[in-house]
């Protein structure tokens, strides 16, 4: 995929997104893939320990740890205080992480010990092919600048075989995966060299070289339509890629002439978001304060402009299950195929703001985009976002949105064919807005 089509046909869209998600196996890989778009459309990397130097009319972005980014449009007549419009999203999923000393003997097996990333519907990775992806940091020749690298197998190399129900008769009864005795892969039959002595190999690295790493497992299944019209599309990662691809979409074809528009990629939402690289650090404040500056010295126009920026929460909504309806609220369900979902919640685990939930639905019905409303049963918990933990340290009106997916936390999970391309055509406008 070189550069992204802007609006264009379903398909099109479609086709794209299924090109990417392809490339998004780790969240250090989704960066990866990002940072690789943004050079092909003309955008200029930034070092974060280095200055910033920022003209109007310039696009550019900076990473943050290797797994996060924000990449950033400056208008052509910006002005000092004109506002900030964030779209953000993250890159990563519910998988499985492996642990140091990772390499388990059972019988004649090679097996991986790992520990589960995020709140995985577990029972759904068995029996899957599964590949490996992530970074490792290796030997060189300076003790505070390691080597850092990213590996992906690129093809299936792992598997979490179920027990036969001849041996486990009430498994379709329900049976609760233990985590550290039921689900662990296994990579092949015993080797004595090992998983990571593997990954140096087709690293081309030195044995023993790998110090220390950030390995995922992921599904390695491609995405597919399925229905007998293809309504649907089935695949891993839809939450969140589809968000991160949106937000993508949006940023390059960014169009306001004043302000600063900007596509904010975290990391580690999936855990809570309070890391270095989440929703919960100072990261975006920081780092939009210092784009500021680089714009307009002082921080009192950036203070300014904070009360003129707005902020878009982009995350997968549950869809309404065909076998479960009792499980959602009877007036406020989303079905596949109806568009762009607001999400709200009055505890305000997706950010709920009235003022910019308003100016939302005004846009996308000026711009022809499909719309519901999705808030959970009265006695359901539900999920959240990062939308509240990133506004509460940069305080702008926020409003949470996504598509509606089933089996979310799967590891495949199902979209409507016609929800992505409405939540890419509502970044766009958004970035877009006076």
Not at 174 to 195: A, F, H, I, S
Not at 210 to 228: A, K, M, Q, V
Not at 331 to 336: A, E, F, G, I, Q
């Amino acid at each position: 995929m070189s550069r992204l089509r802007k609006g264009g046909s379903r398909m099109n869209c479609m086709e794209d997104f299924r090109e990417f998600n392809s490339r998004a196996v780790s969240p250090y890989h989704v960066v990866d893939e990002i940072v690789r778009i943004l050079n092909e459309n003309e955008f200029t990397g930034l070092l974060p320990a280095a200055p910033f130097t920022i003209e109007p009319g310039g696009k550019y972005y900076v990473k943050g740890h290797g797994s996060s980014l924000i990449a950033f449009t400056v208008g052509e007549k910006f002005e000092e205080g004109s506002g900030i419009y964030i779209a953000a999203s993250h890159t990563d999923f519910p998988c499985f992480r492996i642990k140091p000393n990772p390499d388990m003997k059972e019988g004649d097996y090679g097996k991986v010990d790992v520990e589960c990333y995020g709140g995985a519907i577990l029972s759904t990775w068995m029996d899957r092919p599964l590949g490996i992806a992530g970074r490792a940091a290796f030997r060189s020749g300076e003790d505070l600048h390691p080597g850092m690298c990213l590996f992906d197998s690129g093809r299936p190399v792992l598997t979490i075989p179920n027990l036969p129900i001849h041996l486990n008769k009430e498994v379709n009864k329900g049976v609760e995966l233990n985590r550290q005795t039921d689900l662990m892969p296994v990579y092949g039959m015993w080797q004595e060299k090992g998983l990571i002595s593997w990954i140096e190999e087709e690293l081309s690295l030195e044995q023993g070289s790998i110090l220390d790493y950030d390995f995922y497992i992921y599904c390695s299944e491609p995405g597919t339509e399925i229905g007998t019209e293809g309504e649907f599309y089935s695949s891993p990662r839809l939450d969140n890629m589809t968000s991160v691809f949106a937000g993508l979409q949006g940023i390059l074809h960014s169009g306001r002439e004043t302000g600063v528009n900007a596509a904010v990629f975290f990391d580690h939402e999936e855990i809570g978001s309070r890391t270095k690289q989440g929703a919960g650090s100072m990261w975006l404040s920081n780092t939009l304060e210092r784009i500021y500056d680089a714009l307009a010295p002082g921080r009192i126009h950036y203070l300014e402009a904070l009360e003129k920026s707005r902020m878009l929460s982009m995350d997968v909504s549950h869809a309404y299950h065909p076998n479960q309806g009792g499980r959602y609220d009877p007036k406020n369900h989303v079905m596949l195929n109806s568009g762009v979902t607001i999400k709200e919640s009055g505890v305000q685990s997706y950010a709920t703001d009235s003022e910019e939930i308003a100016c939302l639905m005004r846009l996308m019905e000026k711009e022809g985009i499909p719309f519901c409303k999705y808030i959970n049963r009265s006695d359901q918990a539900g999920g959240g976002t990062l939308g509240s933990i990133a506004s509460a340290l940069l305080p702008v009106m926020t409003a949470d949105v996504g598509i509606p997916v089933l089996a979310m936390h799967s590891a495949r999970e199902t979209m409507g064919s016609k929800d992505l391309p409405a939540l890419v055509k509502l970044v766009q406008a958004y970035f877009k807005m006076a």
